[in-house]
């Protein structure tokens, strides 16, 4: 199937014409306006190189929240309060250690300068959230993505000490479960949110979900 490339034209080919790797588009920018409208299309962004790549893969990680898993070795943390977890409190702190983080396997980053501030405008405006922990008064981890309607977004997360992110993203899928959040979108498989509860549906689930969550 063709790329698709955008323009300043406020729109996004159907879904279903995406590559078999879930790449649909590329070009366009990272106004609020687009951002919005391809997260309630089941649409998201990612960099290679210096050009935007949209991306909507079939079939889509997610994580019910009533799926949560939590495993034996991260429950004594838990229960001892072992970090301070906060929401929102550390918002461009979070995208930059995101954007910082060595991860194994990787030799870069697709939160380029422009995703960082388009992001911390989308927290401006109440569209992106963080969740962070903290330790001894220093920032341990965290995790940013996008909410609307009952749906949540999930873009990244980081962690400078053992079993921080985990711990951020356990309390988080807790915290807004009880907000009435009924998807978390991870995009793509991690064995790591795998573990956690996250499994595989198809897109046209994922899109038929979308469509029902978020309130137009």
């Known amino acids: 199937m063709p790329l698709f490339a955008l323009d300043k034209e406020l729109v996004f080919p159907p879904v279903h014409l995406a ?35 949209w991306w909507c893969p079939d079939p889509r990680f997610v994580l019910f929240p009533d799926e949560l898993k939590i495993s034996k070795s991260i429950r004594p943390l838990l229960n001892r309060n072992e970090f301070e977890f906060t929401i929102n409190q550390a918002f461009p702190k979070v995208i930059h250690h995101c954007k910082k983080i060595i991860r194994p396997g990787q030799s870069g980053t697709w939160i380029t300068d422009e995703v960082e501030n388009a992001y911390i405008r989308m927290h401006e405006l109440g569209y992106a959230h963080s969740a962070e922990v903290w330790k001894d008064g220093e920032l341990a981890g965290g995790l940013y993505g996008i909410r609307l309607g009952k749906v949540f977004f999930g873009e990244s997360m980081f962690s400078l000490q053992s079993n921080a992110s985990r711990y951020a993203f356990i309390k988080y899928v807790q915290h807004i479960k009880k907000e009435g959040i009924q998807l978390i979108d991870c995009q793509i498989y991690t064995e790591y949110l795998e573990s956690m509860g996250a499994t595989m549906i198809l897109r046209k689930d994922f899109t038929r979900l979308l469509n029902e969550l978020i309130q137009p």
């Not at 609020?32 to 409208?37: A, D, F, N, V």
């Open 19 to 53: 590559e078999p790797d879930g790449l649909l588009a590329m070009g366009g920018d990272l106004s609020p306006e687009r951002l919005l409208l391809a997260y309630t299309s089941g649409i998201f962004p990612w960099y290679e190189g210096d050009h935007i790549l």
